[in-house]
């Protein structure tokens, strides 16, 4: 997928369609640009596959296409019981709750998804037949379940997901004024019976978030009267939930008037146990050779870049990763080693590639 900057997708909700799906049936009503599009590429459709929610089947169906399995929203919304309200003036589409709500955001571009507010690069919404559709790989990554599925079956299950018993809500700090807005959205834990542990992480991400916005303070202290307004955000997600682990990515977002606005990007993995922030060798200890196994194969992707830049010489710090169903995913920062446009690279790896057969990445952390 092409690199979007956080200012352009802000502004896909000018000049939309003025009609939006019709919540009843799925359907939007006929558009000669956008909808003809789509209705082109869904002449490449595969097959239709059987969905089924926690084992039961549903009426509706999902439709195999370019090797990826596509949910109506609707059985989201009817199946799934995920509330599901339409935003005329954004043309979006919110589903869910909590900290798990997506947003799709309809466009001539396309059909952005947010999750929690932040922008999920890898996954688009796909307006097939009329019907608006997200991938399968949405929900089992971001949404809460647990998506079964093998290539070549014709049906589809989508399980809940067992998940921490761990609350995770938004603390909001904002201070808006005529030279700057600041409205940081950052991560806040309740629920866990060891209160220690639990205010010890709370405490690591909101002096993150603090830090940015002293950060933004001294920015813009140096601002020259006639500049433009200053904007600065945080916007976060979860990536994993699980097994006495939590794992979350935080974007820090500045726009100081430049050609473009700047992100960081914060990552977060922990241990519930204890509280313990974790690095790639708390959980990959277990191989000796997790480092330099992981070098050889990214020294090989990242200088495979098109738009590499020079200077990569190995991992420098072990706090650049997430976790996902399964897998570590390792990232750069913007222009660390490539250009602005491809975004922050990201490099997955399964925890059977790092570890040991049998191994898990969790055994010294439970």
Do not use: C
């Not at 060891?194 to 601002?223: T, V």
């Not at 870049?305 to 991992?315: M, P």
């Amino acid at each position: 997928m092409m690199n979007i900057s956080k200012e352009t997708v802000r502004k896909w909700g000018i000049g939309l369609m003025s009609a939006g799906l019709l919540l009843g049936g799925g359907l939007l009503p006929s558009d000669k640009g956008y909808a003809a599009s789509d209705q082109t590429k869904s002449k490449a459709i595969a097959a239709s596959i059987a969905l089924k929610a926690n084992g039961v089947i549903s009426q509706q169906t999902g439709i195999l296409q370019e090797g990826k399995v596509w949910i109506p929203i609707t059985f989201m919304r009817d199946v799934l019981q995920l509330p599901l309200t339409y935003d005329k003036k954004e043309n979006a589409y919110t589903i869910g709750k909590g900290t798990t709500k997506a947003k799709l955001l309809l466009s001539s571009y396309g059909t952005s998804i947010w999750v929690n507010n932040y922008y999920i690069r890898e996954y688009e919404g796909k307006l097939i037949n009329n019907r608006l559709y997200v991938p399968s790989g949405l929900l089992n990554d971001y949404l809460g379940y647990k998506v079964d599925w093998s290539r070549g079956s014709s049906r589809l299950n989508v399980v809940n997901r067992s998940q921490n018993a761990l609350i995770v809500t938004t603390e909001t700090y904002v201070k808006d004024r005529k030279e700057a807005l600041i409205q940081l959205d950052y991560p806040k834990f309740s629920g866990l019976s060891n209160s220690n542990e639990q205010q010890a992480m709370n405490d690591i991400l909101k002096e993150s978030a603090m830090k940015f916005a002293a950060g933004a303070e001294k920015d813009i202290s140096n601002r020259s009267g006639s500049e433009p307004k200053y904007t600065y955000d945080i916007d976060y997600v979860v990536t994993y939930n699980q097994d006495g682990v939590i794992s979350l990515v935080m974007s820090q977002y500045s726009d100081t008037g430049g050609a473009h606005g700047m992100t960081n990007r914060e990552a977060f993995t922990f241990s519930l146990k204890d509280g313990k922030r974790l690095l790639l060798g708390d959980l990959f200890g277990a191989n000796p050779n997790y480092k330099k196994e992981l070098n050889a194969k990214l020294n090989k992707l990242v200088k495979a870049e098109e738009s590499y830049l020079g200077g990569f010489n190995g991992l420098n710090t072990e706090k650049y990763f997430y976790l996902k169903d399964d897998q570590v995913v390792l990232f750069f920062q913007l222009y660390e080693y490539t250009a602005y446009a491809a975004g922050f690279p990201e490099y997955p790896f399964t925890f059977k590639e790092l570890l040991p057969e049998g191994g898990s990445p969790f055994a010294a952390v439970k």
